[in-house]
T-cell receptor
Framework: GEDVEQSLFLSVREGDSSVINCTYTDSSSTYLYWYKQEPGAGLQLLTY?????DMKQDQRLTVLLNKKDKHLSLRIADTQTGDSAIYFCAERPGGFKTIFGAGTRLFVKA | GAVVSQHPSWVICKSGTSVKIECRSLDFQATTMFWYRQFPKQSLMLMAT?????????EQGVEKDKFLINHASLTLSTLTVTSAHPEDSSFYIC???????????FGPGTRLLVL
């Protein structure tokens, strides 16, 4: 079946790196996404990676994909208090339908 | 680019009334839009896929007669919650598939409270 799992909570100190992990089940997923949701708002696309890539870097964000283990991670360098939010991992197994994880709540301590 | 708006941002209504939520892609055309529902501290639950000019495809367990979806143009999809009840209170989020068809762009959400 289709399922995306991620840890529910992560707490880091300001300036440290944050690593949010995610596992997915459908090996045919062609796109994998990271979205950010701030309180009371919709989802903001942070980055996405094609399944034929191992890594993608975009400023402070680094996405690593281990296709063999179906493991996706998002690393945020130099985490700031403004990064506090819920981060959703998502896979797109086929067509346009996207499956979301439950979200990881990132708390950044000053 | 790729901005999606929703209106209203929040609405309070009486039980038994109908509420319409609009989702617009502001700077691109979207043949496919999605409607999600999100409960507090939970993930998004896909309700239906809306295709311009055709009937929406509803997910299992979603009542199509209760949640009416219309996608009459390439930039507008509407969700009407008919005969709303308190259990319909939730955060409703729409998204539009980008023209490159690789990513979904989300609206800011509509918070519905049914009294």
């Amino acid at each position: 079946g289709e399922d995306v799992e991620q840890s529910l909570f992560l707490s880091v100190r300001e300036g440290d790196s944050s690593v949010i992990n995610c596992t997915y089940t459908d090996s045919s997923s062609t796109y994998l996404y990271w979205y950010k949701q701030e309180p009371g708002a919709g989802l903001q696309l942070l980055t996405y990676i094609f399944s034929n890539m191992d890594m993608k870097q975009d400023q402070r964000l680094t996405v690593l994909l281990n296709k063999k283990d179906k493991h996706l991670s998002l690393r945020i360098a130099d985490t700031q208090t403004g990064d506090s939010a819920i981060y959703f991992c998502a896979e797109r197994p086929g067509g346009f339908k996207t499956i979301f994880g439950a979200g990881t709540r990132l708390f950044v301590k000053a | 680019g790729a901005v999606v708006s929703q209106h209203p941002s929040w609405v309070i209504c009486k039980s038994g009334t109908s509420v319409k939520i609009e989702c617009r892609s502001l700077d691109f055309q979207a043949t496919t839009m999605f409607w999600y529902r999100q409960f507090p501290k939970q993930s998004l639950m896909l309700m239906a896929t809306s295709n311009e000019g055709s009937k929406a495809t509803y997910e299992q367990g979603v009542e199509k007669d209760k949640f009416l979806i219309n996608h009459a143009s390439l930039t507008l999809s509407t969700l009407t919650v008919t005969s709303a009840h308190p259990e319909d209170s939730s955060f409703y989020i729409c998204s539009a598939l980008g023209q490159e068809q690789e990513t979904q762009y989300f609206g800011p959400g509509t918070r519905l409270l049914v009294l």
